[in-house]
């Protein structure tokens, strides 16, 4: 184990897969030389080789493309997006071809899209996008996103040897914020399980990537029994933890920096007004982003993005329901 | 159902509407209180609302329909005006005391009776007490648990989760059901035995199920005297004696006096002259005309006979108070009204307390003998048993026996074995027996 900061990690697990396996290689802008926008792949070029390490130019559908080229042919692409915002630009290669080849042909498509994603930066509207919701409409993608170092490390080593494209969600917030024991080597966190990352009685927060850590420091503020569900994986969902921590507590609220309308909180709470009904003792609350984009003005996009006083008193609602 | 009921005039007070600093706090409402029925009636329950909000109700119209586990009785509206809230539901049972209803004043609509929000301080939290999450419903459906009885802590006094699971604690740790606690009429003068009830077979467990069968709740009556039956055999030492005896003199002295009563428009029944050679064996053999409170025997100055009154759901007891005072023209009067407005429901609560003798006359109906259960706290309970001609062995003055046609009766008395011993209950017996023999001393 060692202590790594989840900027490290990711850049960690990278590494270790494209030393294990040969089919493995980087495309994107900017990460080969320059070591990439937020340096993830700093040195891989001088490792691994310009071969590996494909500067890309700003044409995301024809990075996602090539990758998808690359993938049928039986190589591993992983795809950075400079910001997770600019996969608009390949988003028809990806939703419309990577997604839905092994429907069609029966083809496996075994590539991984990384996307730097999430504000609090005055990066404004183009640079902090939440975007996941937008792969959940499109089956035949997978969708993590960790919140932990470790859980970046395995989530990613997950995503490369998965068969599957999956999107991969790495909050920029994070990178060096969050710091953590990380097993070293080769190490692997399944896709689609949850993980509770608090235990508690009273009332569960469900969460993922930056939320997570937003309701641990409430909760740890707060001193009270809340219990909190890392969900890491987006796509598929684990079903069985939500429901088993709802039925634990009965009340529930669903924290996500992403905008709230059709959501992955609308997707949790929908699955718990049908699967545990008897089991809610509170209505099911959602902390998220209004329906706006972000804000380049610092108070503006703090006045958006949801805050650790907002969690705390979203909990507080709960508790004394 | 019919059980007695009567009209009580309903305690209220005035006082002004809206919170303080509403600008439009002129109308005045009326809160309508469950009223006090009688000395030892502490709750009654809403049977049913006359009346729905918005509706117009005039001054001593009925508002709503009450029930205590003594009679029923119609709650006459105070003022006049329009129902604003009504704050208890149908079924429910609260204090005496508890404002029930809010009347405003007439041609108010009902809405303007709630408090003006808008420019009002933070309006309180509103009651959700009887809100129930589903989790709750589950949890109380599947553990058989009546959500009233559990203590909510939750926003507005809701029942939350927790709570159900800490009743369900504190029931496990007590031993026996918590529910049976806040269930239990606080008016009842005898404290049930909550360990016996508890240690009672489950009957329902091993019953075998029974096919064809109709089932009805018991109205509020029938449950209270199950309840009290049960809990008199629980509570008191059942013993019954029997004496024999020859009402001839009493047939005799009746047909003398009955035409007086006649126009007086009173029946007078065989019961009446039981009813005054019993006060009279009271009087003279107090310990039947008491009490037993814990180690004591409560003796007590009147002798207030209670005359058991079949209805057609029940029975009710009227009681006759100072009946030493009566006459038996005088007790067969009282007896002839308390049984007429029992009938009609026109009793108040205060006639069916505080009887410390009593006497239950089912012989009417052609039964010769009978056990029947003491009223507590009452220490005798005495049985007045149809009355039929017998040949009976009857000695002259002489010595000499012959065989008579006589109108004999069974007089059986209930007694309670802590109060009193057998001999007791004989002297006594034998007292009342020698009395309605005599006949003309009646």
């Given amino acids: ?321 | 159902m019919s059980s007695s009921s009567t009209n009580v005039p309903p305690a209220s007070s005035a006082s002004p509407a809206g919170a303080a600093g509403s600008a439009q706090g002129t109308a005045s409402l009326v809160f309508v209180e469950m009223p006090k029925m009688g000395i030892s009636v502490s709750e009654g329950t809403i049977l049913e609302w006359r009346k729905g909000v918005g509706d117009a109700i005039e001054a001593d119209e009925t508002l709503a329909d009450v029930t205590t586990d003594k009679v029923d009785v119609e709650i006459p509206c105070p003022a006049s005006g329009v129902v604003a809230r009504l704050l208890v539901e149908p079924g429910e049972s609260v204090d005496v005391g508890t404002v029930i209803a809010e009347i405003a004043p007439p041609g108010t609509a009902a809405t303007a009776a709630e408090p003006d929000i808008s420019d009002s301080p933070p309006a309180e939290e509103p009651d959700r007490s009887t809100f129930v999450s589903p989790v709750v419903a589950r949890m109380a459906d599947k553990h058989d648990i009546d959500v009233k009885a559990v203590t909510g802590t939750g926003v507005g006094g809701r029942v939350r989760k927790k709570d159900v699971l800490a009743f369900l604690e504190s029931k496990k740790t007590n031993g026996n059901g918590g529910a049976l606690g806040p269930a239990l009429h606080s008016d009842s003068p005898y404290e049930p035995d909550v360990a016996g009830v508890a240690d009672e077979p489950d009957v329902a467990e091993v019953a075998p199920p029974v096919t064809g069968a109709e089932r009805e709740p018991m109205s509020p009556m029938r449950s209270a005297i199950a309840r009290h039956m049960v809990e008199s055999r629980h509570t008191a030492a059942h013993c019954t004696t029997i004496v024999e005896v020859d009402m001839a003199r009493v047939a005799a002295r009746r047909a003398e006096l009955k035409p007086a009563m006649a126009r007086r428009d009173v029946s007078l029944t065989y019961l009446s002259f039981v009813a005054k050679a019993t006060v009279a064996a009271l009087a003279e053999y107090p310990v039947l005309n008491s009490s037993v409170e814990g180690e004591e025997l409560v003796h007590h100055d009147d002798i207030n006979l209670g005359i058991a009154v079949a209805l057609d759901d029940g029975l009710i007891v009227p009681v006759i108070a100072q009946a030493q005072r009566l006459s038996v023209e005088g007790l067969a009067a009282a007896i002839a009204d308390l049984a007429g407005r029992a009938r009609s429901k026109q009793l108040t609560p205060d006639e069916v307390q505080g009887g410390t003798f009593t006497i239950t006359n089912p012989g009417q109906f052609g039964a010769v003998l009978a056990t029947p259960i003491i009223n507590q706290p009452q220490v005798g309970i005495l049985d007045l048993e149809a009355i039929v001609k017998r040949p009976v062995v009857i000695t002259a003055e002489d010595g000499s026996d012959s065989i008579a046609i006589r109108p004999m009766t069974y007089l059986c008395m209930s007694w309670d074995h802590r109060a009193l011993d057998g001999a007791d209950a004989a002297r006594f017996l034998g007292a009342v027996k020698r009395a309605l023999e005599a006949g003309g001393e009646l």
């Fill in chain 1, 1 to 321: 184990m060692s202590e790594l900061t989840y900027l490290e990690a990711i850049s960690d697990g990278l590494r270790t897969e494209m030393r294990r396996d040969e089919t493995v290689f980087c495309m994107g802008q900017d990460i080969g030389t320059f070591g990439g926008a937020f340096k993830v792949t700093d040195g891989f070029v001088e490792e691994f080789g310009a071969e590996r390490m494909l500067d890309a130019p700003l044409a995301e559908n024809a990075i996602i493309g090539t990758a998808v080229g690359a993938a049928v042919e039986g190589l591993r692409p992983v795809c950075e997006m400079q910001f997770a915002d600019f996969i608009s630009c390949g988003f028809d290669q990806l939703v419309n071809v990577a997604a839905k080849l092994h429907y069609r042909q029966g083809l496996a498509v075994p590539m991984v899209v990384r996307l730097p994603s999430g504000g609090g930066f005055s990066g404004g509207p183009f640079h902090s996008q939440n975007p996941e919701a937008w792969f959940l409409q499109s089956p035949g993608l997978k969708v993590v996103a960790p919140a932990t170092a470790d859980d970046a490390k395995g989530l990613l080593t997950a995503a490369i040897r998965d068969p599957n494209p999956v999107c991969f969600l790495e909050h920029k917030g994070l990178y060096r914020y969050v710091k953590g024991e990380v097993p070293q080597g080769e190490y692997e966190v399944e896709i689609g399980k949850a993980r509770i990352a608090r235990e508690g009685e009273e009332m569960t927060v469900i969460a993922y990537g930056s939320a997570v850590h937003l309701a641990l420091d409430a909760a740890a503020e707060l001193d009270e029994s809340i219990e909190i569900v890392d969900l890491r994986s987006l796509c598929p969902l684990d079903t069985e933890a939500v429901l088993a921590s709802v039925r634990k507590t009965g009340k529930v609220l669903v924290a996500h920096e992403a905008t709230q309308s059709c959501g992955v909180g609308a997707e949790v709470v929908a699955l718990i007004a049908a699967e545990a009904f008897e089991d809610l003792d509170a209505p099911v609350r959602r902390l998220t982003a209004p329906d706006v984009p972000i804000p380049f003005s610092p108070p503006l996009e703090q006045a958006v993005l949801p805050q650790l006083e907002q969690m705390k008193e979203a909990c507080r609602e709960l508790l004394e329901y």
